[in-house]
């Protein structure tokens, strides 16, 4: 059954009255709050399609959607679902079906198709794209964006990117650039893996740097410093997907993200921590914290902490291992920390943890190297190489996207 316009709006109405977001202490507007108050003339008498999910809220936590299908004039004629769908947590792949409360159809770009195709996109005239990105190169937010964007300027449709605060902040940049020739859907372009940028930033450098052409238009958000993690920011954190549930989640799939494409260690995935333990059967918690506080990392602490697993790696097993407790967001560098960390483990548990076990398939190596973005990390770690020569390997490119990466920043 489709609900009004009136509705929708009566409905974000009362969540407000009720305190279910915090707009008394509201920093942050973002893209789509914009849009609708002061940019509505970019939609009002268009057919439009809108990429979204349910991150894609105000302040008050109104979904976009609703928003969007709520504003007089506008004809919202398709939705499009990427990883994890359009109002839930999905798990797997994504469904074409129709929205239950628009009646609008939804197009799935995590299925047969990752992309819009031109079927998909028939009778749109501006395409909306707002989605909540957490920072890290290889979220899959990034890929579907580059994708909309390609197939926008393949099919003379606008596109038009509600911004969205980066959850870690606008500064932190670390980890190796993409090389071209790994990329993937894990892997959009050549940027850092921690980039620093917004996801209106992203497109503009994509859209400039490869020539892709597309009418873009970035509705910026209001309020929002480079400076600002998403505790700064006032609003209310919707989980991204089903492993980043809290707005510091990000930081830690940027630190053990990576290596968690290996089956050697729990990173946490299957616990109430993803992301924010190392862990196995076979480790010593106690040994291995001490070995990683001796190095004294940059605003980390790493606490023993010992856990059992209910799903993925070392699953209903004992885990001993330790947590990583970030002090300090502001000089924190995730990707180097998390190299650090597996340096420590191949060296230290060489049986146990390494590359050539049965579990580490072709498939995996070549997942490690495309959430990378290179080979050249792996093969160092192959061969023994300390962390700081890992890091150092990539300091070139890293300028180089520095130096880039400057002139598309619109905070």
Known sequence: MRITAAFFLLICSLSLAAGVARADIKTVKPGIEVLLEKQSGLIVGKRVGLVTNRTGVDHRLCP?????????????????????????????????????????????????????????????????????????????????????????????????????????????????????????FIGAGPIAYVHGMTMGEIARFFNEEWGLKADLEVVPMEGWRREMSWRDTGLVWVPTSPHIPEPDTPWFYATTGIFGELPLVSVGVGYPLPFKLIGAPWLDGEKAAALLNAKNLPAVFFQPFSFKPYYLYYKENECSGFR???????????????????????????????????????????????????????????????AEKIVESWGPGLQDFLKKRSKYLLY
């Not at 190596?365 to 792996?378: C, E, I, K, S, W």
């Open 64 to 184: 976009t959607i609703d928003l969007v299908a709520g504003t007089p004039g506008v004809k919202l004629v398709a939705l499009y679902g990427p990883e994890h769908g359009i109002r839930g947590g999905v798990q797997g792949t994504v469904a074409d079906s129709v929205d239950e409360k628009t009646g609008v159809p939804v197009h799935s770009l995590y299925g047969a198709t990752r992309r819009p195709t031109r079927e998909m996109l028939k009778g749109v005239e501006v395409l909306l794209f707002d989605l909540q990105d957490i920072g890290s190169r290889s979220y899959t937010y990034i890929s579907t964006l580059r994708y909309c964007l390609e197939e926008a300027a393949r099919n003379n449709i606008k596109l038009v990117v509600l911004d969205r605060p980066n959850p870690m902040n606008g500064l932190v940049v670390d980890g190796p650039v993409l090389d071209p020739k790994f990329e993937s």
């Open 324 to 386: 990583i407790v970030i002090t300090d967001e502001k000089i924190y560098r995730p990707v180097t920390t998390g190299f650090q960390i597996m340096t420590m483990l191949l060296k230290t548990y060489p049986e146990q943890c390494n590359f050539s076990l049965p579990a580490i398939t072709r498939e995996r190596l070549r997942m490690f190297d495309n959430a990378n973005g290179t080979d050249t990390v792996r093969l160092m770690l192959e061969q023994g190489r300390p």
